[in-house]
Every structure is written in structure tokens, then in C-alpha cells.
């Protein structure tokens, strides 16, 4: 009767730390994916954030008639970025206020003042067209960029609720 309650006892004992073993694993396990999941959110965060002030740098160089050289580089850097991590729907958003932007801007810069002598600014009335037309596409272009950043939220919330 020892021999068999010493191998129930040892038994038990070696189910147990079986068990224990098994549940720090998940539990390990959890954590590591919880951690990746938030890390993965706190880097579409700022790859989103990113692509917002970049896209609000767009629109400032337009109105003050500045150089895209600068943001130009770091446009396509984060574009790479965002194909990669980004969710189709933002990407197709995306692409959507890129095209309305560029058009936006060249209607924009075409139909501002030019500069004449004396640092006098001269208008033509294909000018005033450009500007009009430019004045029109505007808030298409903001509406638009305001359905982008709320895709990107939704697929950040997706991270939250996970």
C-alpha cells in the first residue's frame, strides 16, 4: 500500500508541475502577443500621425508657394512604410487624397499671382480659372483627408479591442 500511494503521491505531483508548467506558457505566451499587438498599434500610431502632419505640410507649402523638396523624400519613405502596415482601405484612401491633393496644388500654384517687374503681381483671367477651380476642389480635398484619418483610427481601434 506504501509503494502504491507514494507513486499516486509522486504522480499527482508530476501532473502538477505539468499543469503549472502548461499555464505559465499561456500565460507567457499572452503576454508576448499582447505586447507585439501593442507595439504594432504604437507604430501604426506614429506612422499615422506622421502621414497627417506630412499631408498638412502639403497643404502649407501650396498656400505659401514654398518647395516640396524637402518633404518630397520623406513622402516616399512613409508611403513605403504605410503599404506595408496600412490596412488596403487606408491605402486606397490615401491614394485618393493624393491624387485630389496633387491636383488641388497645381490648380492652386497655377492660378496664384505671378510675380511682374517691380515686384508687382500680375493675374490672368486663365489665373482666376486655376484659382477658382482650385477654390472648388478644396474642401473635396479636406473631406476626403478627414475619412482618411478616421480609417486610420478604426485600424488602430482594432489593435485596442483585440
Known amino acids: 500500500m506504501d509503494l502504491n500511494q507514494a507513486l499516486i503521491t509522486g504522480s499527482f505531483g508530476v501532473a502538477v508541475a505539468i499543469i503549472t508548467w502548461?499555464?505559465?506558457?499561456?500565460?507567457?505566451?499572452?503576454?508576448?502577443?499582447?505586447?507585439?499587438?501593442?507595439?504594432?498599434?504604437?507604430?501604426?500610431e506614429n506612422l499615422y500621425a506622421t502621414t497627417i502632419a506630412q499631408l498638412e505640410m502639403l497643404l502649407r507649402l501650396t498656400h505659401s508657394?514654398?518647395?516640396?523638396?524637402?518633404i518630397k523624400r520623406e513622402l516616399s519613405d512613409r508611403y513605403g512604410m504605410l503599404k506595408l502596415l496600412a490596412k488596403d482601405s487606408v491605402n486606397e484612401k490615401l491614394e485618393e487624397v493624393s491624387i485630389l491633393i496633387y491636383q488641388w496644388s497645381t490648380l492652386y500654384r497655377k492660378g496664384a499671382p505671378k510675380r511682374g517687374p517691380g515686384d508687382t503681381?500680375?493675374?490672368?483671367?486663365?489665373?482666376s480659372k486655376s484659382s477658382e477651380e482650385a477654390e472648388k476642389l478644396y474642401p473635396q480635398v479636406n473631406s476626403t483627408i478627414v475619412e482618411l484619418i478616421k480609417l486610420m483610427k478604426k485600424h488602430?481601434?482594432?489593435?485596442?479591442?483585440a
Open 65 to 70: 508657394g514654398d518647395s516640396y523638396e524637402e
Open 22 to 44: 502548461l499555464l505559465a506558457g499561456m500565460r507567457e505566451s499572452k503576454i508576448s502577443k499582447r505586447e507585439a499587438r501593442n507595439q504594432k498599434r504604437e507604430k501604426l
Open 121 to 127: 503681381a500680375i493675374i490672368t483671367s486663365e489665373d
Open 156 to 161: 488602430i481601434a482594432e489593435y485596442e479591442n
